[in-house]
């Protein structure tokens, strides 16, 4: 990063305006690394710094790259229509820095979801080109069967969609479970690959990006956490 006033680093860490940030910190309620400063203007070297606002503690980042574990009945959207927004999962200040969901699940899928402040990591990872595999767990109207999971592996044809699109590898879990790897992250894909293969999907879940599990990142239904670039490097893992 880089060196920077006080009012400016709260700022860029989504605390609010200049002014807001100002007010902030000639009122006491900012520390930096433990130590109380009223001064904003105060410049500090912002790698591997702590703030200390209002008693919590804030570690600087440049970017921020989450990973969300969306519960159903939220809409991954800055501008929710019919149910709570993503961003009312996450604290206040991600919204100031203009935090966004990396792609997109439906209202009533749950699993794992990515959002962060980086243009361009947004832009890459919802990138067809990038083919990075994608695990869901779908629960079908009717009974899974042979012909089913045959015809998903195949590939099915989509009303909009020049060529028909296959599932990476799909593998009966249950009487009414599948398992589906997808690359190409179309809108509704695995709702529409169902039906068009004759079945529905009555229910969806996200397990995995590339080699981001959930079970590795060890978060509940609402709960986020930071990933490092350790985590990150494995979005691009097959």
Not at 125 to 145: E, F, G, L, N
Request: proline share 5%; aromatic share 6%; with cysteine.
């Amino acid at each position: 990063m880089s060196k920077l006033s006080l009012d400016r680093i709260l700022q860029s860490q989504g605390f609010g305006t200049r002014k807001y940030c100002r007010a902030l910190i000639e009122e006491g309620d900012v520390a930096v690394d433990g130590v109380l400063h009223t001064n904003y203007k105060t410049v500090f070297d912002t790698g591997a710094l702590t703030l200390t606002v209002f008693d919590e503690p804030w570690l600087v980042r440049e970017r921020v790259y989450i990973a969300l574990y969306k519960p159903a009945n939220v809409e991954c959207s800055r501008k929710p229509s019919h149910h709570p927004g993503v961003l009312t999962l996450l604290p206040e200040q991600f919204t100031w820095r203009d935090v966004q969901p990396v792609g997109r699940l439906d209202h009533d899928t749950t699993g794992l979801l990515l959002m962060s402040d980086d243009g361009p990591f947004i832009h890459a990872q919802s990138s067809p080109k990038r083919h990075v595999p994608k695990i869901y767990q779908a629960t079908t109207q009717d009974a899974v069967t042979d012909a089913l999971v045959e015809q998903l592996l195949a590939g099915v044809q989509l009303h909009d969609e020049p060529a028909p699109l296959k599932a990476v590898s799909c593998v009966k879990r249950g009487e009414f479970q599948l398992e589906i790897v997808l690359e190409q992250g179309k809108y509704h894909q695995v709702k529409r690959m169902l039906a068009a293969a004759g079945n529905h999907c009555a229910g969806l879940h996200r397990s995995a990006i590339g080699g981001l599990t959930l079970e590795s990142i060890a978060i509940t239904q609402g709960q986020w956490c930071f990933l490092d670039q350790s985590q990150l490097d494995l979005l691009v893992q097959t």
